[in-house]
Nanobody, 122 residues
Framework: QVQLVESGGGLVQAGGSLRLSCAASGRTFSGRAMGWFRQAPGKEREFVATISWSGGITTYAEHVKGRFTISRVNANNTVYLQMNSLKPEDTAVYYC???????????????WGQGTQVTVSS
């Protein structure tokens, strides 16, 4: 069964940091780019970051650029999102997703995790 399991969410004060992890089954992870998305209450899901299969190419949404870092360890089938300088507007459920190919993308994702809540207090 294909699985993506996020962890690492929680409550943090503004200016703080969190590191999200996403553990994937082999079929989900191998050869695929990975992405992080988020959805705040009452808003549509939005793209946060993506990383190529090799890890050599990353792309970020403008509102997180310079604060968030996506990375992956293919040997462990895990992708990470390091979030620094968090703001209250970063509050959302964060989802990881596996892309259709190894090329980083904002759009073509086949598999999704269940999400992890991140809450940033002011």
């Amino acid at each position: 069964q294909v699985q993506l399991v996020e962890s690492g969410g929680g409550l943090v004060q503004a200016g703080g940091s969190l590191r999200l992890s996403c553990a994937a089954s082999g079929r989900t992870f191998s050869g695929r780019a990975m992405g992080w998305f988020r959805q705040a209450p009452g808003k549509e899901r939005e793209f946060v970051a993506t990383i190529s299969w090799s890890g050599g190419i990353t792309t970020y949404a403008e509102h997180v650029k310079g604060r968030f870092t996506i990375s992956r360890v293919n040997a462990n089938n895990t992708v990470y999102l390091q979030m620094n300088s968090l703001k209250p507007e970063d509050t959302a459920v964060y989802y990881c997703a596996a892309a259709a190919t190894g090329i980083p993308t904002k759009y073509r994702y086949d598999y999704w995790g269940q999400g992890t809540q991140v809450t940033v207090s002011s």
